[in-house]
């Protein structure tokens, strides 16, 4: 069957279309659940005469349920739109807060960052997310989840980015219901009695003594930090050049516990239970202890989101397999996207979801064409073939989603993917006997340096693999229109190779053009170009001069502001880059522009000019330079201390 006959999937692209629109336009709560209990009640109505229940207006009316629901759904889910949020009443000034440590953020170069959750604003109960930062140098004790504080002082918002085609850290932790962030020091927030542990706090609990543990062992650090990854999915500790390295392998998944790790360990319960079925209540028996062990391994990964995710779909698979029915895997995977996006419909926005989901789906229909497209006889070529077909077909899937996220393209994740995945139970399987082992402290050290020479070959397989650049291509540009029409092309292109009709190759080779003609136009519209951007940087100054498609580059400091540049290069599409000094009189096309650094002294100049540039904290008498050079624009750059900006 095709994936639009199953009924499943028609239901999940309405919750998904209502789910984008209630975020894109938020309405209140009331209103929400007004019109979804109007397209339901319609939607009973044409259930309960037999005439309309098998016409267009049923099947209709059960969509727009699903749309209604979705944006019901993702209303409820906002923090901002309940009416117990603590926005409804604070009034921006001090106020004591009392918080709760929900999560343990990954750190900064200079912060620990954490989550935390509002309990009360000024003796009155409340709700909502704090994001939490302290600077490593304070003496706050090192905090854990569910440590409750008392804080006194303002919410501040989240700043969005300063310079042009930065991570919009901000509006990623808005997906998350987090606008505001807190800044404690041991001036302002006291630690108060923790009044007991949550699921996630016995979680947080076992997942520091397993690496307590895992660190008096012969493991090395890096060995440790790749096993915790792609065992427990925390990466806080993953070496920099390792996780690079996997990057540009495209093997990067491996370091994620997602469907990939749940579906190996799966594969591993059930070698283990098989037994279970020659008995009367076997299959009944074996089903529900692999649920136990897949939720079990969950709270043992500190039930993050991702794992959630993937053990919630293999739940459904697990059933599947129990009931011996012959269902097709694209059925259950839209009935497990179905239930967890109604459950946490902001998942929907999470780069992990999507991935997971794009190469699931990918697997469960495109790896059927292939497989039936060539059925090699040979036992040695026949697994090799299914592991291509299965590796071809998730990186089809994610294909649009990794060029807009990550523009980039690993040509070497078939050769990685051949090479590490058949291991991949053998390293889970025995990292998890492992992990147990040291948490009895009755680990070998034999054992443990076995698993190190494991972890360090595959290391160094990885990184043989990444160092071949010719691979690799970067630097791709990609923006969200292209990303759709990347994906209609592909889609469109499997629909054609799977029902070779006319009409489908019409509408590919319109998409094609299509993308085409989007990119031609970007190219165009960036070409037309002619700006100044003054970049904000903290200890240095530097200019972005774009003439078309040529980038003048005016700093100081090339290698500080390297990823931004190329940042800058990739979304403009710029062909050449050239980096200059910055001198403090310059021309930029016919428009003089003016540099004051800290020396304070003013070049020569004309009447009339385009720009000052104030850098560094000059201390200069402003209006008497004002009047002899008449600036357009003066700009004072990061550079500058915030008082004297403010003065």
């Given at each position: 069957?095709?994936?639009l006959?199953?009924?499943?999937?028609?239901?999940s692209?309405?919750l998904?279309?209502?789910?984008?629109?209630?975020?894109?336009?938020?309405?209140?709560?009331?209103l929400a659940?007004?019109l979804?209990t109007i397209c339901?009640?319609v939607?009973?109505?044409?259930f309960?005469?037999?005439?309309?229940?098998?016409g267009i207006?049923?099947?209709?009316?059960?969509?727009l349920?699903?749309?209604?629901l979705?944006?019901?759904?993702?209303?409820l889910?906002?923090p901002?739109?309940?009416?117990?949020?603590?926005?409804?009443?604070?009034?921006?000034?001090n106020?004591?807060?009392?918080?709760?440590?929900r999560?343990v953020?990954?750190p900064?170069?200079f912060?620990r960052?954490?989550?935390f959750?509002?309990l009360?604003l000024?003796?009155?109960?409340?709700?909502g997310?704090?994001?939490?930062?302290?600077?490593?140098?304070?003496?706050?004790?090192?905090?854990?989840v569910?440590?409750?504080?008392?804080?006194?002082?303002?919410?501040h918002?989240?700043?969005p980015?300063?310079?042009?085609?930065?991570?919009?850290?901000?509006?990623?932790?808005?997906?998350?219901?987090?606008?505001?962030?807190?800044?404690?020091?041991p001036?302002?927030?006291?630690?108060l009695?923790?009044?007991?542990?949550?699921?996630?706090?016995?979680?947080?609990?076992l997942?520091?003594?397993?690496k307590?543990?895992?660190?008096?062992?012969?493991?090395?650090?890096?060995?440790?930090g790749?096993?915790?990854?792609?065992?427990?999915g925390?990466?806080n500790?993953?070496?920099?050049?390792?996780?690079?390295?996997?990057?540009?392998?495209g093997?990067?998944?491996i370091?994620a516990?997602?469907?990939?790790?749940?579906?190996?360990?799966?594969l591993i319960?059930?070698?283990?239970?098989k037994?279970l079925?020659?008995?009367?209540?076997g299959?009944?028996?074996?089903?529900?202890v692999?649920?136990l062990?897949?939720w079990?391994?969950?709270?043992?990964?500190?039930?993050?989101?991702?794992?959630?995710?993937a053990?919630?779909?293999?739940?459904f698979?697990?059933?599947?397999?129990?009931?011996n029915?012959?269902?097709a895997?694209v059925?259950?995977?839209?009935?497990?996207?179905?239930?967890?996006?109604?459950?946490?419909?902001?998942f929907?926005?999470?780069?992990g979801?999507?991935l997971?989901?794009?190469?699931v789906?990918?697997?469960?229909?495109?790896y059927?064409?292939l497989?039936?497209?060539?059925?090699?006889?040979?036992?040695?070529?026949k697994?090799?073939?299914?592991?291509?077909?299965v590796?071809?077909?998730a990186?089809?899937g994610?294909?649009?989603l990794?060029?807009?996220?990550f523009?980039q393209?690993p040509?070497?994740?078939?050769l990685?993917?051949m090479?590490i995945i058949?291991?991949?139970?053998i390293?889970?399987?025995?990292?998890?006997?492992?992990v147990?082992l040291?948490?009895?402290?009755?680990?070998?050290d034999s054992?443990?340096?076995?698993?190190?020479?494991?972890?360090?070959?595959?290391?160094?397989?990885?990184e043989?693999?990444?160092s071949q650049?010719?691979?690799?291509?970067?630097q791709?540009?990609?923006?969200?229109?292209?990303m759709?029409l990347?994906?209609?092309i592909?889609?469109?292109?499997?629909?054609?190779?799977?029902?070779?009709?006319?009409?489908?190759?019409c509408?590919l080779?319109?998409?094609i053009?299509?993308?085409?003609?989007?990119?031609?136009?970007?190219?165009?519209?960036?070409?037309?170009?002619?700006e100044?951007?003054?970049?904000?940087?903290?200890?240095?100054?530097?200019?972005?001069?774009?003439?078309?498609?040529?980038?003048?580059?005016?700093?100081?400091?090339?290698?500080?502001?390297k990823?931004l540049?190329?940042?800058?290069?990739?979304?403009?599409?710029?062909?050449s880059?050239?980096?200059?000094?910055?001198?403090?009189s310059?021309?930029?096309?016919?428009?003089?522009?003016?540099?004051?650094?800290?020396?304070?002294?003013?070049?020569?100049?004309?009447?009339?000019i385009?720009?000052?540039?104030?850098t560094q904290?000059p201390r200069?008498?402003?209006?008497?330079i004002?009047e002899?050079?008449c600036?357009?624009?003066?700009?004072?750059?990061?550079s500058?201390?915030?008082?004297d900006?403010r003065?």
């Open positions: 069957m095709k994936p006959e199953f009924v499943s999937v028609k239901f692209i309405g998904l279309l209502g789910i984008s629109f209630g975020w894109l336009f938020p309405i209140s709560q009331e659940i007004l979804s339901l009640i939607t009973l109505l044409f309960l005469f037999e005439n309309y229940r098998k207006y049923f099947g209709v009316a059960a969509l349920s699903f749309v209604s979705g944006i019901v759904a993702i209303t889910a906002q901002k739109l309940s009416p117990h949020h603590y926005s409804r009443d604070y009034n921006q000034e106020g004591f807060w009392v918080i709760e440590l999560e953020l990954k900064t170069d912060n960052r954490y989550l959750q509002v009360t000024n003796d009155s109960a409340t709700s997310l704090f994001l939490g930062s302290v600077q490593k140098d304070d003496i706050i004790s090192d905090l854990k569910n440590d409750r504080l008392l804080y006194y002082g303002k919410a918002p989240i700043s980015p300063l310079n042009p085609y930065q991570f919009t850290y901000d509006s990623y932790m808005e997906s998350k219901g987090v606008y505001d962030q807190i800044y404690l020091n001036g302002n927030s006291i630690q009695e923790t009044t007991g542990k949550s699921l996630k706090g016995w979680a947080a609990q997942q520091l003594h397993i307590k543990e895992l660190s008096s062992t012969p493991l090395g650090t890096k060995e440790q790749v096993l915790r990854a792609i065992l427990l925390q990466r500790d993953l070496d920099p050049e390792v996780y690079q390295s996997y990057k540009d392998a093997a990067v998944h370091l516990v997602s469907g990939l790790h749940v579906g190996i360990l799966l319960i059930q070698f283990f239970l037994p079925m020659y008995f009367r209540f299959r009944s028996t074996s089903m529900i692999t649920l062990i897949l079990i391994y969950a709270l043992f990964t500190g039930v993050s989101p991702s794992v959630v995710r053990v919630a779909m293999f739940s698979i697990t059933y599947a397999l129990y009931l029915r012959p269902t895997a059925n259950i995977l839209a009935l497990s996207f179905l239930a967890i996006l109604l459950i946490q419909p902001k929907l926005f999470q780069v979801f999507q997971s989901y794009s190469a789906f990918a697997i469960g229909w495109i059927p064409l497989i039936r497209f060539w059925r090699p006889r040979n036992g040695f070529i697994p090799l073939w299914k592991l291509f077909a590796s071809l077909s990186q089809l994610v294909l649009p990794c060029l807009f996220y523009h393209f040509g070497a994740f078939l990685s993917s090479l058949p291991f991949l139970g390293l889970l399987g025995l990292g998890i006997l492992l147990l040291a948490s009895l402290k009755s680990l070998p054992l443990a340096l076995v698993y190190n020479q494991m972890i360090r070959t595959m290391n160094e397989l990885i043989y693999i990444a650049e010719n691979f690799i291509i970067r791709i540009p990609m923006d969200r229109p292209g759709i990347l994906s209609v592909i889609i469109l292109l499997v629909l054609s190779l799977q029902k070779k009709k006319f009409v489908y190759l509408f080779g319109i998409s053009a299509g993308f085409q003609v989007w990119n031609l136009y970007l190219l165009h519209l960036n070409g037309q170009k002619d100044v951007i003054i970049m904000h940087q903290v200890t240095s100054t530097a200019l972005l001069y774009q003439k078309g498609h040529d980038l003048f580059v005016l700093t100081n400091d090339s290698v500080k502001i990823t540049v190329e940042n800058f290069e990739l979304n403009r599409r710029i062909h880059t050239k980096s200059i000094p910055v001198p403090n310059f021309y930029l096309g016919q428009d003089q522009w003016i540099l004051i650094d800290s020396s304070g002294v003013l070049p020569p100049v004309q009447k009339n385009r720009g000052l540039i104030l904290s200069i008498h402003l209006g008497r004002l002899q050079s600036p357009d624009r003066i700009i004072a750059d990061g500058n201390y915030p008082d900006i003065r």
